[in-house]
């Protein structure tokens, strides 16, 4: 599986980086970070190819690089805010583009509270179009005892919906 893993500059950075560390060896990474998200020290001994913000040219913008799924986490409000008017102006947003353009799973993980009108608007229109729109919420079914509990289930929320194996929660039982 490819995957094209952008980081935008919203809170919540943190959950982005550990959605990379959590991948699975035989997933093909491929992460586009904002000049607003910091995070370059995390790819150190991780199956990941860095791509420019600004480099619109990259293998990710394109089509025919057959990528698989495409997740932005965490979400900014401008970032949801340009896939939604379908602006293209970096690499984030090309490859949002692109995902929709190619009927390609694309999870966004929209991070503010609590969402404007506007926002929800946005989300909207992108989920008529088949976008994941996925805030990182806790399910306390899940019975999270730390921070880290509730950062595994969200990812592994993310993870099910694009396909992606794992056990980092318990699945409910009935």
């Not at 893993?5 to 959590?22: C, D, H, Q, R, T």
């Not at 057959?66 to 379908?86: E, H, Q, R, W, Y």
């Not at 921070?147 to 794992?166: A, P, Q, S, V």
Request: proline share 4%.
């Amino acid at each position: 599986m490819k995957i094209v893993v952008a980081i935008s500059g919203a809170s919540g950075v943190e959950l982005g980086i550990k959605f990379i560390n959590y991948l699975p060896e035989y997933v093909d990474a491929h992460l586009v970070v904002s000049s607003s998200a910091k995070v370059v020290e995390m790819l150190e001994n991780k199956n990941t190819t860095l791509h420019e913000r600004d480099d619109i040219a990259a293998s990710v913008s394109s089509g025919s690089f057959g990528v698989d799924a495409t997740a932005i986490i965490p979400c900014s409000m401008n970032t949801l805010a340009k896939v939604a008017c379908g602006i293209s102006d970096n690499l984030v947003t090309r490859v949002a583009a692109v995902a929709i353009k190619e009927q390609k799973k694309l999870l966004l993980a929209p991070r503010e509270l609590p969402f404007s009108a506007i926002a929800l608007e946005n989300m909207q229109k992108l989920a008529t179009l088949g976008v994941i729109v996925a805030p990182p919420i806790v399910g306390y079914y899940a019975q999270p005892s730390s921070i880290e509990d509730m950062e595994r289930f969200i990812i592994g929320k993310w993870y099910d919906t694009l396909g992606i194996e794992h056990n980092l929660y318990k699945r409910w039982r009935g």
